[in-house]
């Protein structure tokens, strides 16, 4: 299979590449998801376009009001950020069971949102912390509430020309949270159910 591969330098780069796609580009944050779906032949890209230059969505910051993760954080970011305790727990705790180190070093947390896979599994910690994600494009920004982000496996309400940008949860500083997950074996395990609990 012959595709390109284009390499924005920042996000405006990227939003500009994606303005007028109507398909045949496809976003790769990690590649862990992208590269078994080229392998199989589920999709048959013109071009990839690689965001791991976009380095202003790789940080996680933490205000008065609102945590703020940036999409293109990995699993390990997660797992390891200082600030992710506490409230935030069940996200930390979560991207910690993602596959095994190497899929946490690259797999981040735009691709395991726009994966959409009924197994994802920081998508209940940010569904029960009540999250909102920042979907831009050329055309500006808009805000989706992670429940109002899924419309079924596989699928979501981001158009082709958008990325996710960002993930925000209010700052809740007296609350907890815990993830549990079951799967078929203790590490590297696909979820069969997940739960995370604020
Ligand atoms: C061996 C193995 C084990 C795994 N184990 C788990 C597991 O235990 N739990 C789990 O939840 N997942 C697991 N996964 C799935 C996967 O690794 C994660 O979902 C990961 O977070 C995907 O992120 P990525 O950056 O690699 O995505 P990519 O493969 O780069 O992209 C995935 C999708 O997201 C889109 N995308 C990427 N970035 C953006 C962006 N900024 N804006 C919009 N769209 C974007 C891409 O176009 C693509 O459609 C596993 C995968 C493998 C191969």
């Known amino acids: 299979m012959r ?11 990227a939003l500009e590449i994606l303005k007028n796609n109507q398909g045949a580009m496809i976003p790769v944050a990690g590649g862990t998801n992208i590269l078994v779906d080229l392998h199989r032949a589920k999709i048959k890209p013109e071009a990839l376009v690689d965001l791991s230059r976009l380095n202003e969505w790789k940080e ?4 008065q009001e609102v945590l703020e993760i940036g999409s293109l954080v990995t699993h390990a970011d997660l797992t390891n950020a200082p600030c992710l305790k506490g409230p ?5 705790a979560a991207a910690g069971m ?13 691709g ?6 009924p197994a ?18 050329v055309k ?11 419309t079924g496996p596989g699928k979501t ?3 082709r020309d958008e990325l996710i940008s960002k993930v925000r949860i209010k700052a809740n500083p007296a609350a907890r949270s815990v993830f549990y997950k079951i799967g078929k074996r203790n590490a590297m395990a696909i979820s069969l159910i997940n739960l995370a609990a604020v």
């Open 3 to 13: 595709f390109k591969t284009l390499t924005p330098s920042n996000s405006s780069e």
């Open 88 to 92: 935030y727990a069940a996200l930390s």
């Open 98 to 110: 993602v596959g095994g180190p190497q899929i946490r070093n690259r797999g981040t947390l735009a």
């Open 120 to 137: 994802a599994d920081t998508v209940t910690p940010l569904m029960a912390l009540g999250a909102v994600l920042s979907l831009v494009s």
């Open 112 to 117: 395991n949102l726009q994966s959409a896979s």
């Open 140 to 150: 500006g920004e808009r805000e989706v509430e992670a429940d109002e982000f899924f």
């Open 60 to 63: 996680i910051s933490l205000h």
């Open 157 to 159: 309400v981001k158009q």
